[in-house]
């Protein structure tokens, strides 16, 4: 009876091993066999909003289904990072993520979800630059100036940002710990408010995106001293970066990447993976991104996941420190 046992077995094996690479290729190559929603956690219109469907647009033209964008705001994007998280690992169900998922460890006491273990990370999309800026009526030309000048005056400065625990608060509070300097934190509810009172000189400095404080720059309302990103953009390639401004170490920005919830079979991951390296290398998609302010950066999954354990370590430290928790 062993015996038997044994022959159908050893047989079975390599048999259903056979079966299974089978299912897996089939899976691969027949998805996607319906439309898949692709969830950004944030309302429409807005930064995420807009790449989420310049790639969302072109994957469905590569891979000959919808991808539908579904907006679920609330709570700095942990509301549709859940339902994204909960959803079935069949890669019909996708997270627009953008840096708030790694900011959010650091905010929130507990999250409904865990941003590493929960998911399934598919490609790094696009890295977007904050831009220090500051009013006209602040003397300071460059970074060093700035400095100098917040030295000299501990506290007397301030800088807006979009709320607490938003980009631009962490680009600030980064700057503070970094360049050993106290400008004042001022959070907003609102952009367009915070960039107001920049240009009326009410704050001193701000950390918006390229595009949202170009006007101003332009018109002469505000001044950009450098961009926070590791590389300088193509979107103003005369502006430095804060390290070659003189702040070594420093690096900040709204990145965003597609996600799966944990589970998805490896071959939807490496055929979305694929699709989506394919659409943000595609020339019109790369001018539509950089004209939105983003410049384009695929990573890998295996990049991608160490990419976001390292954010939410040097967020959360950099949280810890400022002080800038939700609850």
Same mark, same amino acid.
Not at 12 to 41: E, H, N, S, W
Not at 100 to 126: E, T
Not at 161 to 177: E, I, M, T
């Given at each position: ?25 089939? =899976? ?31 994957? &469905? ?26 959803? %079935? ?38 890295? =977007? ?14 970074? #060093? ?17 979009? &709320? ?18 106290? *400008? ?6 609102? =952009? ?15 950390? %918006? ?5 170009? $006007? ?12 926070? =990103? ?6 103003? $390639? ?18 965003? &990447?597609?996600?799966? $919830?944990? &589970? ?18 595609? %020339? ?15 990573? %890998? ?18 949280? #810890?420190?400022?002080?800038?928790? *939700?609850?």
């Amino acid at each position: 009876m062993n015996f038997r046992f044994t022959i159908h077995y050893s047989l079975f094996t390599p048999l259903a091993a056979v079966a299974v690479l089978a299912a897996g290729a089939a =899976t691969a190559q027949d998805y996607p066999a319906k439309p898949v929603r692709m969830i950004v956690p944030f309302a429409a219109g807005g930064n995420a909003d807009l790449i989420a469907r310049i790639v969302g647009q072109k994957l &469905g033209e590569t891979l000959k289904q919808q991808f539908i964008v579904d907006n679920r705001a609330g709570a700095n994007g942990v509301i549709g990072s859940d339902v994204a998280a909960k959803s %079935p690992s069949d890669g019909y169900t996708l997270l627009f993520a953008a840096s708030g998922h790694a900011i959010n460890p650091g905010l929130y006491s507990k999250l409904p979800f865990d941003p590493v273990r929960d998911f399934a990370p598919i490609a790094l999309v696009s890295s =977007t630059p904050l831009t220090l800026a500051v009013t006209t009526a602040l003397p300071a030309k460059s970074v #060093k100036h700035l400095i100098s000048l917040a030295r000299a005056q501990p506290g007397a400065m301030s800088y807006a940002s979009q &709320g607490n625990g938003s980009p631009g608060h962490l680009a600030g509070a980064l700057l503070n710990q970094l360049a050993k300097v106290n *400008i004042v934190h001022v959070p907003y509810k609102a =952009t367009t408010q915070a960039l107001t009172d920049l240009t009326s000189g009410q704050v001193q400095v701000m950390y %918006p995106s390229l595009t949202a404080v170009l $006007p101003h720059i332009n018109a002469g309302r505000v001044r950009a001293l450098a961009i926070t =990103t590791a590389n300088r953009t193509k979107l103003a $390639p005369e502006l430095p970066t804060m390290t070659e401004s003189g702040i070594a170490g420093y690096e900040a920005s709204i990145w965003n &990447g597609v996600l799966a $919830p944990a &589970g998805t079979p490896a071959a939807v991951v490496a055929r979305l993976h694929g699709a989506i390296a394919g659409a943000v290398q595609s %020339p019109e998609v790369r001018d539509r991104l950089l004209g939105a302010g983003a410049d384009p950066s695929v990573h %890998p999954p295996e990049q991608f996941s160490k990419f976001i354990v390292s954010e939410i370590a040097k967020w959360g430290r950099l949280i #810890k420190d400022a002080g800038a928790r *939700i609850d």
